[in-house]
């Protein structure tokens, strides 16, 4: 997918977040988007997602040169995130049926593929709301790695991961990520040393109070 951002900015209230960010996200790219805690990545990408809307400035998106509406984004896009929650009263595999009816996963990955790569296997039939958190995040990722989407939007996504998991995110981004367009806000370089481009939000804040 391709996205082109011009003059975009958001402001809460009388605070701008970041304001005048002009780029084209090309098909294949991956780009960090960094700053300090507060600094307004989550914001960017939740404003990428089409969940909040700009308040100036335009996002245009196509894909394979065919222009896509704002409104069939989610369509198109897997995301991770810490603050997007999972069905805890689901077992997992209850989960993965349930959510794969609506985000299907790529070709040749089926269930039990899948769980495998998670090393989920034992926790095939337990409650998700039982697993420790690095077991939900491994999910998460999974999840959005592993969806048939063009656009993929991770958010810090080594939150309580170990380093065994950190290395699994790493294998599986690399292994996922070619012909997508891949946003990954992150404070820690080891899991965006990979992306080509890097937008650091502080950047776009000169003007945040005015
Ligand atoms: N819905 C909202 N309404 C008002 N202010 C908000 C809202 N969401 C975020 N903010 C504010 O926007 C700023 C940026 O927050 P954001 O979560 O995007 O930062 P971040 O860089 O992702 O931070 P962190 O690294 O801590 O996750 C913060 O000052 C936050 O309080």
């Known amino acids: 997918m391709q996205i082109n951002a011009t003059g975009l900015g958001k402001r809460f209230k009388r605070d701008w977040i970041f304001r005048g960010l002009t780029h084209t996200f090309q098909p294949g790219s991956a ?17 990428f997602s089409g969940q909040l809307l700009p308040t100036e400035g335009t996002l ?7 222009t896509v509406a704002v409104e069939d984004i989610p369509a198109h896009l897997a995301y991770a995130a810490p603050y997007l929650e999972l069905l805890e009263e689901l077992t997992l595999l209850e989960l993965l049926q349930f959510h794969t009816r609506f985000k ?3 070709a040749g990955i089926s269930l039990d593929k899948l769980i495998g790569m998670m090393y989920l296997e034992k926790a095939r039939h337990q409650l998700v709301r039982e ?22 939007l991770l958010d810090e996504p080594t939150t309580n991961l170990d380093t065994t998991g950190a290395a699994w995110y790493l294998e599986h981004v690399q292994a996922t990520r ?33």
């Open 104 to 106: 299907p996963l790529r």
């Open 31 to 47: 780009t960090a988007v960094l700053g300090p805690n507060g600094a307004g990545k989550s914001t960017l990408l939740n404003t």
């Open 131 to 152: 697993f420790s958190s690095g077991m939900k995040q491994r999910l998460k990722l999974a999840l959005a790695l592993y969806a048939d989407a063009p656009l993929l």
């Open 60 to 66: 245009a998106y196509s894909l394979a040169g065919k």
């Open 178 to 210: 070619v012909g997508r367009t891949l946003l990954l806000s992150s404070n820690v370089p080891a899991e965006y040393d990979f992306c080509d481009e890097h937008i650091v939000v502080t950047d776009f804040q000169v003007a945040r109070s005015s």
